[in-house]
């Protein structure tokens, strides 16, 4: 199914959720909606389930406006941060439970359920859980189920709000690659919301970026993190360090240090901001006549792959986080105090980045 959502408004009183949003969504693609809390993600998410109606704008599925048809006619799968299981039913009794609901001329038989049941349970490799009930699972086999439970209506759409958002850090690695799998195999028009920009890269195929009720930027993972349209999209994609400056005829000046900006070689003498991410920055040990930006040595953290380096600069005391290989920083043996220089080896400058 394809959906599309076009200038759409919401206010819930003073609050603007969300102002004039239009984008589409690809038939059999998994949708990421990425943003701060409070950006507008979770009410567009409820919008095209129709559980929310805006005050302006269309919702399209298949091209057709959906103001007039109700939440289980729109053929959607609605799966909660909190799984909203059924504590007094068993495994079986929640995946089956949209099945028997159904209006009786569409109503599968007894048999039917029990093997579309048995199919979900294998899906989400928990059959073996079916006479178990929920308070017996653990976070991550719960949620498992509930995304059982909403396949098992054979949803054209499949909205997740947060799902993985309840777990710990190490079972939402597990499930989101195994949604990615999952999805891969049953290629239904999937949108997740996420305040987790790792989650949003590693598993959708677009990335909505919204913020205050609006999008920033929509593309493929790795085009929104390569190329941000906004200083909001680099700043919310990963760690930077922000080195404030003037622009003038496409160069930055920070402190003593210059900055190549050609996207803005027309710009005279204004206020700028350049974002560079911690791997960015090229790192060595200071000697008379380096340029870059010398910085001191305040703690290193070497433990992994990566060395972290928390740097402090000489000219004005401003933090700046660093990452290398841990071979080159055993290596370069540098310690703690000493004074090393920076330069970027990428660089994004955005020129007097006004908030709205």
Known sequence: MTIEVRNIHKRFGDFVALDDVSLAFPAGGLTALLGPSGCGKTTLLRCIAGLEHPDAGQVLLDGKDAAARHVRERQVGFVFQHYALFKHMTVFENVAFGLRVKARAERPSQEQIRRKVHDLLQLVQLDWLAEHYPPQLSGGQRQRIALARALAVEPRVLLLDEPFGALDAKVRKELRRWLRRLHDDLHVTSIFVTHDQEEALEVADQVVLMNQGRIEQIGAPDQVYNHPASAFVYGFLGNVNLFHGRVHEGVMATGDAFFPAPDHAGVQDSQGVAYVRPHDLEIDRYTPGATGIMVKLNRAHAIGPLAQLDLERTD????????????????????????LVVRPKRVHVFVDPAPR
């Not at 660093?322 to 310690?335: C, D, G, S, T, Y």
Request: zero cysteines; proline letters at 4%; a negative charge.
């Open 316 to 339: 004005n005391q401003e933090m700046i986080e660093a990452v290398m290989p841990n071979e080159r920083f055993a290596l370069l043996q540098l310690k703690e105090g000493e004074t």
